[in-house]
């Protein structure tokens, strides 16, 4: 388990070829004393670590991952772009080896179809074939006893093995083809083989590092969003400053149509910032004096200049940055499974291929010994453990990618896999369903006179419902308060004058024996139906005035709660408010079931209860009182408006508080698993079949035996319809 004092890092891991690379790299890491966990990603080429600082550091964990023929990257700062470098350097080196080891295959293609018999044939083929085998494919060879050395084998292994011995057999047959004759047998060469299974791999690992560039934009975008420079305030002077050295406190000066490089508050100006890259809002929003910004958001036309409060790795867009990394670095459960099926892939093919060759040596007839290694070489190329690693992660990368374009932030690869199964969801209900900004609506007083009074009253509670009367009551003289007390789950009272006041609810009231005039009682209970919060305002005698107070329902909720329940998904409201208010909400949003007067440990309770009944839960909630039920829940899905904690807790985090995002989500999630299903399907099949092929099964009915550069055209071909299939996921609505 991770303790209090332990670290959770991500290193970007270099030099992983296949999935069966990634799980070296885990296994080495997990071996290390000091550390709790790791989880080591293929596609996103992340490791995520967490050690205990006292027993073991980044610089012990980047040795022992160099031992075994791989590289973390440590450096922070700048890490994005320093990756980007060895990303591109990396791709520049892959696509000239691959332009390089094509060109030279050709000649050694044509000539091996169609010109064998052509005077030194075998020596023209010899003299192409050499450099692509030992010199471009060099890679497949070093990383192969690299791997050999610490007992293990990867995909690499596999390549090394086939060409090396497909080369190898034919360097032999050309310089002593006696051997053969004497035999009266025909000395075949198969230079062709090894030299277009070298290429078709070069090709395939190409089109897999573009796709895998491709399935990351989502998050190159988030991070261009943020300017290199910003212009600070200094006394009268503007001063031009690289963005790493703005501090907490700074005074920002935003011109029109800049991108504002850090969150803050407004202190003067006024102008709309276009929020749609954290909300998915397309409506620009006014910022004024007192108002906060983000960074990566776009000002427009006017000009404002705002205090920085928060900087560097603390602002929203670090946060998502960092989500979002994390997500994408994440395992969802089905790769588990799939990483343990890569980890053993590599020997169990290794030994299929070895079992192979024997049968063909024996039971071969007459030309058992070429036959034999045919099949050998063929089976080492056609088996792809890239197309099984490759499968989940990449699927991943690009729904979770997809979510952040949409404004549905989606914390761990586990929760974007769960969600497509939900059939519950409990929604709460201030802030989520409504506005969350309660106004008066209505008002009935017996005495105007005292209406200085309860503004006074209300200014010092800290209800949220006392700022809407206070607000409703702003152009009133307030008068002096004493003796104040706040009751809880009542109200407020007060001393003006020598006479005591109270503001609360009607609790309140009759515990104090006060009176209440008939047409307040009427005009209560009439606001009460139509699910207003009814607020009492009296002195020690009797009530003075009712006011009745509503939270406005937002325009998607309807639409967001109808198209849950059409997706055969149960709707459940849950609210602290009254069992009147709620059932009218419940009643305009179309909520079947609902429960009200809840606390926020009842509502955890109340998740637990769904799940008993075997119901896959998805809590929504935007309150530091919801975050228990939040962690309750299966799926905890928090309002971007709403607290930082329900942020923290929950696994995915709509950033506009817009509930029509949710069904989206799920949407996301079904498409993204139905891929990863496709993908698993296709990369199983494809091994499944191919294998016994290779091997030669159809031999004995057909005379059919696989052409080894077949084998490595289609290997190829199986990682590349993988990661094609994941970024289809990108076009999907």
């Not at 003299?127 to 007992?151: C, E, M, Y």
């Not at 459960?333 to 291929?353: E, T, W």
Request: proline letters at 3%; charged letters at 20%; a negative charge.
């Amino acid at each position: 388990m991770a303790t209090n004092q332990s670290i959770h890092k991500n290193f970007p891991v270099l030099q992983m070829t296949c999935a069966g690379c990634a799980a070296g790299v885990e296994n080495k890491i997990k071996s290390l004393e000091g550390v709790n966990s790791a989880a080591v990603n293929f596609a996103t080429a992340t490791a995520q670590v967490d050690f205990d600082p006292d027993k073991t550091d980044a610089a012990a964990i980047q040795q022992a991952v160099q031992s075994i023929g791989y590289d973390l990257v440590l450096e922070e700062e700048n890490q994005q772009d320093l990756l980007d470098e060895i990303h591109e350097r990396n791709y520049k080196q892959l696509k000239s080896r691959t332009v390089w080891a094509l060109i030279l295959s050709l000649p050694v293609v044509v000539i091996g179809m169609f010109f064998m018999n052509m005077p030194y044939g075998n020596l023209i083929m010899w003299a192409f074939s050499t450099p692509v085998v030992l010199w471009l494919g060099r890679d497949f060879f070093i990383n192969a006893w690299k791997q050999a050395r610490h007992r293990t084998a990867n995909m690499d292994t596999l390549v090394a093995l086939s060409t090396g011995t497909a080369y190898v057999f034919s360097v032999f047959n050309m310089l002593f083809p006696e051997f053969w004759h004497s035999k009266g047998l025909h000395a075949h060469v198969y230079f062709e083989a090894a030299a277009v299974i070298i290429a078709f791999i070069l090709l395939g690992r190409l089109l897999e590092e573009r796709a895998k560039g491709s399935t990351s934009s989502a998050l190159k975008k988030l991070m261009g969003l943020q300017p290199k420079t910003v212009t600070v305030i200094d006394g009268d002077n503007q001063v031009e400053m690289p963005i790493e050295n703005i501090a907490v406190g700074n005074i920002v000066l935003v011109k029109p149509g800049e991108k504002i490089a850090v969150d803050g508050t407004v202190i003067s100006g006024d102008s709309f910032v276009d929020e749609s890259m954290l909300s998915g809002e397309p409506m620009a929003v006014r910022k004024s004096e007192g108002e906060k910004v983000f960074a990566g958001t776009i000002n427009q036309k006017g000009s404002f200049r705002f205090r920085a409060d928060k900087v560097g790795k603390e602002t929203m867009l670090a946060h998502i940055i960092n989500m979002v990394q994390d997500a994408q670095g994440s395992k969802a459960p089905v790769q588990k499974l799939v990483d343990k099926i890569a980890g053993i892939f590599v020997p169990v093919v290794i030994g299929i291929a070895i079992l192979t060759f024997i049968v063909w040596l024996i039971f071969g007839g007459d030309n058992a010994l070429t036959h034999a290694l045919l099949a050998f070489v063929t089976v080492l190329v056609i088996a792809c453990p890239c197309a099984l690693g490759l499968a989940t992660p990449t699927a991943i990368m690009v729904g979770v990618g997809k979510g952040a374009e949409n404004g549905i932030l989606i914390k761990d690869a586990e929760s974007l896999e769960l969600s497509q199964k939900v059939n519950a969801v409990a929604l709460d209900k201030t802030g989520t369903i409504t506005e969350g900004k309660p106004q008066v609506t209505d008002e009935l007083w017996a005495d105007e006179s005292m209406k200085p009074i309860l503004a006074a009253l209300e200014k010092q509670s800290e209800h949220p419902l006392a700022e809407a009367v206070v607000k409703h009551l702003e152009n009133e003289n307030a008068v002096d308060i004493s003796g104040f007390e706040s009751i809880t789950g009542k109200g407020v009272k007060g001393v003006a004058g020598g006479e005591t006041y109270f503001a609360g609810n009607r609790k309140l009231l009759t515990e104090n024996n006060i009176t209440i005039p008939e047409n307040l009682s009427v005009k209560s209970d009439e606001c009460s139906q139509s699910a207003k919060t009814v607020i009492w305002f009296a002195d020690s005698q009797k009530a003075l005035a009712v006011l009745a107070i509503s939270d406005k329902i937002k325009e998607t909720s309807i639409a967001a709660i109808r198209q849950m329940q059409e997706m055969g998904i149960e709707m459940y409201m849950l609210t602290g408010d009254n069992e009147a208010t709620a059932a009218a909400i419940a009643q305009q949003t179309g909520i079947r079931h609902h429960k009200a007067e809840v606390l926020p440990q009842e509502k955890s309770d109340f998740v637990k209860q769904l799940q008993q009944q075997g119901k896959i839960v998805a809590m929504v909630g935007d309150g530091i009182n919801d975050s228990t039920a939040l962690a309750q829940a299966d799926v905890s899905i928090a309002m971007g408006q709403g607290s930082d904690i329900a942020m923290d807790v929950a696994k995915m985090t709509i950033i506009s508080s817009d509930l029509t995002k949710i069904p989206q989500a799920i949407r996301l999630s079904r498409q993204t698993v139905r891929t990863i299903r496709q993908n698993l399907f296709w990369a199983f099949i494809y091994n499944v079949i191919g294998i016994p092929i290779a091997a030669g099964i159809l031999y004995p009915v057909n005379g059919f035996l696989l052409n080894p550069m077949i084998a490595g055209a289609a290997m190829a071909l199986s990682s590349v319809s993988v990661v094609t299939n994941s970024l289809r996921l990108k076009w999907k609505k």
